[in-house]
């Protein structure tokens, strides 16, 4: 199954980008207090350290881990697995067998709606069904 997962650098941005959140946070809730504002003011800025400190340790877990959440690179079940996939989706579905077996003297394309391999002369995706362009 391919799955489309985050890339390396931009769950490290996100992470960095996130303690900036963090310190910002930080900064915000000590002038916040010192200068006497209204309660609500520091509860925010705390707010924001939490959610700053959950944001970093995703990001640098997705950043950093082998199984990594699905979102934006495409890999393939056999690379890395979908943590989401393991999780709620179904285990073992062989409806469709791996095309990796393709004759090589033929052309191999991908499919634009699910990224499986399909070959040349094929007119319907094997694996999503959809007319291929």
């Given at each position: 199954?391919?799955?489309?997962?985050?890339?390396?650098g931009?769950?490290?941005?996100?992470?960095?980008?996130?303690?900036?959140?963090?310190?910002?946070?930080?900064?915000?809730?000590?002038?916040a207090s010192?200068?006497?504002?209204?309660?609500?003011?520091?509860?925010?800025?705390?707010?924001?350290?939490?959610?700053?400190?959950?944001?970093?340790?995703?990001?640098?877990?997705?950043?950093?881990?082998?199984?990594?959440?699905?979102?934006?690179?495409?890999?393939?079940?056999?690379?890395?697995?979908?943590?989401?996939?393991?999780?709620?989706?179904k285990?073992?579905?062989?409806?469709?067998?791996?095309?990796?077996d393709f004759?090589?003297?033929?052309?191999?394309?991908?499919?634009p709606?699910?990224?499986?391999?399909?070959?040349?002369d094929?007119?319907?995706?094997?694996?999503?069904?959809?007319?291929?362009?």
């Open positions: 199954m391919k799955s489309i997962k985050p890339g390396r931009p769950s490290a941005m996100g992470a960095l980008g996130s303690i900036i959140c963090v310190v910002f946070g930080i900064f915000w809730t000590i002038m010192s200068s006497g504002a209204p309660i609500f003011f520091p509860i925010f800025g705390i707010m924001f350290i939490v959610m700053g400190i959950v944001q970093t340790i995703y990001h640098f877990k997705n950043a950093t881990s082998t199984n990594r959440f699905s979102e934006y690179d495409i890999t393939d079940s056999s690379e890395e697995s979908d943590p989401l996939q393991d999780m709620f989706g285990k073992g579905n062989t409806e469709f067998t791996k095309f990796d004759n090589n003297s033929e052309k191999t394309n991908f499919c709606y699910c990224g499986d391999k399909v070959n040349s094929f007119e319907y995706c094997p694996k999503c069904g959809k007319k291929l362009p």
